[in-house]
Nanobody
Framework: QVQLVESGGGLVQPGGSLRLSCAASGNIFRINFMGWYRQAPGKQRELVARIGSGSIPNYGDSVKGRFTISRDNAKNAAYLQMNSLKPEDTAVYYC???????????????WGQGTQVTVSS
């Protein structure tokens, strides 16, 4: 079993910054991608950013130039630095990890419980 624990959400004013953290624990052999998705009320879940084991990131179009994802492979952790936040960034942010629990099985998608980010004055 694999657990993802997120932290760092909260309320911030427009133009402000927040940093989200995600730590994976449990029966982990290898993590391929780690990333963040978000879901606003009435909308579908969308990619915010994700990063592969080789530390090459990709971003959703709406956050390019404002958000930065990073990863600490030794800690099985990922971080999302969010700058220049806008009200439209308000959503529940979910950590995602694509994990292989042993070398003889396929990778499996795991999700965190979500953390609320609210951008409002």
């Amino acid at each position: 079993q694999v657990q993802l624990v997120e932290s760092g959400g909260g309320l911030v004013q427009p133009g402000g910054s927040l940093r989200l953290s995600c730590a994976a624990s449990g029966n982990i052999f290898r993590i391929n991608f780690m990333g963040w998705y978000r879901q606003a009320p009435g909308k579908q879940r969308e990619l915010v950013a994700r990063i592969g084991s080789g530390s090459i990131p990709n971003y959703g179009d709406s956050v390019k130039g404002r958000f930065t994802i990073s990863r600490d492979n030794a800690k099985n952790a990922a971080y999302l630095q969010m700058n220049s936040l806008k009200p439209e960034d308000t959503a529940v942010y979910y950590c995602n990890a694509v994990v292989q629990v042993n070398p003889s099985v396929n990778y499996i998608n795991y999700w965190g419980q979500g953390t609320q980010v609210t951008v409002s004055s």
